[in-house]
């Protein structure tokens, strides 16, 4: 694993940057890593995976069915029994149901093609009446099922993680936020390419829960996201840029495409 030198910040442990071909390359090994993680006690797999919706995920999702449906069944059957994920957000006054829901969303592209039981993938109700409480019960089940082990997390175009809006501390919790402009548009094409229809606001886990994972896997793939991962790389850890405060992670590693890296 190619190992880049130290982002200028004092005091905090350097990215791993794992730089690769392109989308289909990082799918593939990013998909490899979640499933060592599960299928391997010794690499943290007990404790509950972090999974995350978009774009970005959706060729890992589909490479992890492809490699599941390689290995042998009882592995298969290993694999099912023992999954337990929670996801980092949900949008608040989408049901399960709203195909536009990321809890419909991980329906699609990994409860059904995996075989997992849906209570085994964890995402915040979008619809609780109280968003806030929802929220707080969301993280206490995190907490209370060991914390998670490895974060997959993908990069937004204003630098956030999860929906942590910039500006954002590194001990924010799980809450009820609104959404930024940006971040509507950014998600438009699920709502028929309309900002204005994307929800205004969502539950997401916060920095607080996502820094005390074991291991981060932060991906970012395209052109597109160029511009912010190079502001990752080179700017000061700040509440401007939420993504920044994963440097001070003991394990993070980038896993990105040549588009990204150099575009």
Known sequence: MPSFGPC????????????????????????KAVLDERLDPQAGGTRPLGLATGRTMEPIYACLADR??????????RLRRGWLSFNLDEYVGLAAADPRSFTAVMARHLVGPLGLEAAAVRLP??????????????AAAVAAAGGIGLQLLGLGLNGHVGFN?????PESRCRCLRLSEATRLQNAAAFGGEATA???????????????????LLVV????????????????ASAQLPASWLRHHPDCTLVVDRAALEG
Do not use: N
């Not at 886990?205 to 981060?216: H, K, Q, S, T, V």
């Not at 793939?221 to 000061?236: H, M, N």
């Open 68 to 77: 599941v449906a390689r290995h042998p069944p009882v592995d298969q059957e």
């Open 198 to 216: 994307v929800p205004t606001q969502a539950i997401t886990l916060g920095l607080g829960e996502i820094l005390a994972a074991r291991r981060l």
């Open 221 to 236: 793939t395209g052109a597109a996201k160029a511009a912010v991962l190079r502001r990752l790389l080179q700017e000061f």
């Open 8 to 31: 200028p910040s004092e005091g905090v442990t350097e990215f791993q940057l794992v730089a690769l071909r392109d989308g289909a390359a990082v799918a593939d090994w990013v998909s």
């Open 125 to 138: 109700d979008g619809t609780a009446p109280d968003p806030l409480a929802e929220a707080q019960r969301y």
């Open 165 to 169: 809006e910039p500006p954002c501390r």
